[in-house]
């Protein structure tokens, strides 16, 4: 498929996925979904990738849905907006959350509606300190989509999450590292760089452990104590027949930097 509103490149492990409709915020429209459901199926595929990192094109992330396809003209019948979640949202977010690999979200500006939602799915946030988050579905007579719903009370907690969703205020980078919200935000200047290591790292890691990690922890959210135990061993199990645990000890023993190879 040739991308025309996405850009997609692969380098040292990392795919760098980017939003690219910067004249309109990286708002989501049909064709843009269809180029990202494609790109995700790609890097499912590619047995060399290692990290995904999502960003956005411009001074915007993602506005969400792109609302001049959503206009209604008198006369004309009304979309259907349950669809378009089916065919597009929850596909996307359910995409992100069961790669097998740690995703970055790298929020390079703005990012509202669903488009703040979809930053929520992905593994680890970094902003720019001038970024920011807006739960902006309630302004338009919305509920939070795209798992806004499911993430925001588990991140920051139901008082928080009311608040974000009912107010559709912006929430600075700032604050929402100290909510819990994100993992980290960087002063702008820095950003590249600080995303670059943050990849790079991820990149030489363990895939499969971090892999393993990303399951776990999500598994934990609606589980037991006694769940997670068995979990824990089940994957513990697993991992312990792979070449990167046998390269850690090694390393380890050795007293030399390990030499992940990802399986
Ligand atoms: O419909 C379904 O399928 C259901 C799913 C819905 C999911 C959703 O995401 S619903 C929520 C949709 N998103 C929004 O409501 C956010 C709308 N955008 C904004 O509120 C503001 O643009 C921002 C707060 C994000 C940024 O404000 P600001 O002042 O920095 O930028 P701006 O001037 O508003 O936007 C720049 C341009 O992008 C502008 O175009 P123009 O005037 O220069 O030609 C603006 O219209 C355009 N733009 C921004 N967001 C959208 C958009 N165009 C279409 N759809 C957008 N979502």
Same mark, same amino acid.
């Given at each position: 498929?040739?991308?025309?509103?996405?850009?997609?490149?692969?380098?040292?492990?990392?795919?760098?996925?980017?939003?690219?409709?910067?004249?309109?915020?990286?708002?989501?429209?049909?064709?843009?979904?269809?180029?990202?459901?494609?790109?995700?199926?790609?890097?499912?595929?590619?047995?060399?990738?290692?990290?995904?990192?999502?960003?956005?094109?411009?001074?915007?992330?993602?506005?969400?849905?792109?609302?001049?396809?959503?206009?209604?003209?008198?006369?004309?019948?009304?979309?259907?907006?349950?669809?378009?979640?089916?065919?597009?949202?929850?596909?996307?977010?359910?995409?992100?959350?069961?790669?097998?690999?740690?995703?970055?979200?790298?929020?390079?500006?703005?990012?509202?509606?669903?488009? =703040?939602?979809?930053?929520?799915?992905?593994?680890?946030?970094?902003?720019?300190?001038?970024?920011?988050?807006?739960?902006?579905?309630?302004?338009?007579?919305?509920?939070?989509?795209?798992?806004?719903?499911?993430?925001?009370?588990?991140?920051?907690?139901?008082?928080?999450?009311?608040?974000?969703?009912?107010?559709?205020?912006?929430?600075?980078?700032?604050?929402?590292?100290?909510?819990?919200?994100?993992?980290?935000?960087?002063?702008?200047?820095?950003?590249?760089?600080?995303?670059?290591?943050?990849?790079?790292?991820? =990149?030489?890691?363990?895939?499969?452990?971090?892999?393993?990690?990303?399951?776990?922890?999500?598994?934990?959210?609606?589980?037991?104590?006694?769940?997670?135990?068995?979990?824990?061993?089940?994957?513990?199990?697993?991992?312990?027949?792979?070449?990167?645990?046998?390269?850690?000890?090694?390393?380890?023993?050795?007293?030399?930097?390990?030499?992940?190879?990802?399986?």
């Amino acid at each position: 498929m040739i991308y025309e509103h996405i850009l997609y490149a692969l380098d040292r492990g990392v795919v760098r996925l980017t939003l690219n409709r910067p004249e309109r915020l990286n708002c989501f429209n049909d064709a843009m979904h269809a180029e990202v459901r494609d790109a995700l199926a790609r890097v499912r595929a590619e047995s060399n990738v290692r990290v995904l990192l999502l960003t956005g094109a411009g001074r915007g992330f993602c506005a969400g849905q792109d609302l001049s396809d959503r206009a209604v003209t008198p006369g004309a019948s009304q979309v259907d907006l349950g669809a378009s979640i089916e065919r597009n949202y929850r596909p996307l977010i359910l995409a992100l959350r069961n790669l097998p690999l740690p995703v970055v979200c790298a929020v390079n500006g703005v990012a509202a509606g669903a488009g =703040a939602n979809l930053a929520l799915a992905c593994d680890l946030v970094v902003a720019t300190r001038s970024a920011s988050f807006i739960q902006a579905f309630c302004k338009i007579g919305l509920v939070p989509d795209s798992g806004g719903t499911y993430f925001l009370p588990r991140l920051v907690g139901s008082a928080r999450a009311m608040g974000l969703a009912l107010l559709g205020d912006k929430l600075s980078a700032e604050q929402a590292v100290q909510w819990g919200l994100i993992w980290k935000c960087f002063d702008d200047a820095a950003f590249a760089a600080e995303v670059d290591a943050l990849t790079s790292a991820l =990149a030489a890691a363990p895939t499969r452990g971090l892999a393993a990690i990303k399951r776990a922890l999500q598994a934990s959210e609606g589980s037991t104590l006694d769940a997670q135990l068995a979990l824990e061993r089940d994957l513990q199990r697993e991992l312990g027949y792979s070449e990167d645990y046998r390269e850690g000890v090694a390393a380890f023993l050795g007293k030399r930097p390990p030499q992940f190879s990802g399986r």
